[in-house]
């Protein structure tokens, strides 16, 4: 592969950005600086930056605070994408896994991973996702019964059993295993209450980082992908 898109792929860059760092004999190939974009590497080369040896990763994957007011789409016409936010990447093969509605705010995963993204999202795999939501009346009794029960909430079946944690009585956590179109506004809608607040907090083993503000993102450590990838091979 060309140096160039090497150092794409791996996230140093766009493809102007890491020529200009080629030029700048920043790279070092089996510790000779290169000054040529185009000569090729593969993964048994020894290439650094600043001299710093760069690990190939084949796939990226990182976590997002979506903010709301941003889409959930790697390009739009009108509005500001998840994938505009991760400023310093290359965002290049990246999508998000799954949908957040454009007011929803919290953890979204972002990847070139297709296997994985497939394997969290389909039907039958039931992955757990946890949202913390804030309702405009107080929950009841009889909607938290019919919420872990399953509801209609106008499709072909109802929804599967939900968990729910009632933090105050206007804000709960809930775990659902499906992932419907609007799911849990649909889901509040049918037991007579409504959504006024949507943060997701975690998708299968992975849980948003309580120290990543709104609206930033960093890549998943390790551990992370690991896990992911053994719950999502089950
Ligand atoms: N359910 C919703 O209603 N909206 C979301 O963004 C996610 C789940």
Redesign the pocket.
């Known amino acids: 592969m060309r140096l160039d898109k090497y150092l794409c792929d791996l996230g140093i860059g766009t493809r102007s950005a890491v020529k200009e760092i080629i030029k700048k004999k920043r790279i070092s190939v089996n510790e000779n600086i290169v000054t040529d974009p185009s000569i090729h590497v593969d993964s048994n080369d020894r290439v650094k930056l600043d001299g710093n040896l760069l690990k190939y990763q084949e796939y990226r994957y990182y976590m997002l605070n979506k903010p709301s007011g941003v889409i959930t789409a790697t390009e739009d016409k009108c509005s500001q994408t998840v994938l505009d936010l991760l400023s310093g990447e290359n965002v290049k093969d990246l999508f998000p896994v799954g949908r957040?509605?454009k007011d929803?705010e919290g953890l979204l995963l972002i990847t070139n991973d297709g296997n994985l993204a497939h394997d969290l999202l389909s039907p039958k795999k039931h992955v757990d996702k946890c949202?913390y939501v804030e309702l405009e009346k107080p929950i009841t009794k009889d909607a938290i019964n019919a919420l872990g029960n399953g509801v209609d909430i106008g499709d072909d079946t109802c929804t599967l059993p939900a968990t729910i944690s009632a933090v105050s009585p206007t804000s709960v956590y809930i775990t659902i295993t499906e992932g419907r179109y609007?799911?849990?506004?649909?889901m509040f809608h049918a037991v007579g209450n409504h959504v006024t607040y949507?943060k997701?907090i975690s998708m299968g083993s992975l849980t948003l980082d309580d120290d990543l503000p709104l609206g930033n993102y960093r890549p998943l450590y390790d551990d992370e992908i690991l896990m992911l990838q053994m719950r999502s091979s089950r």
């Open positions: 957040l509605d929803t949202y609007h799911q849990i506004k649909r949507l997701r």
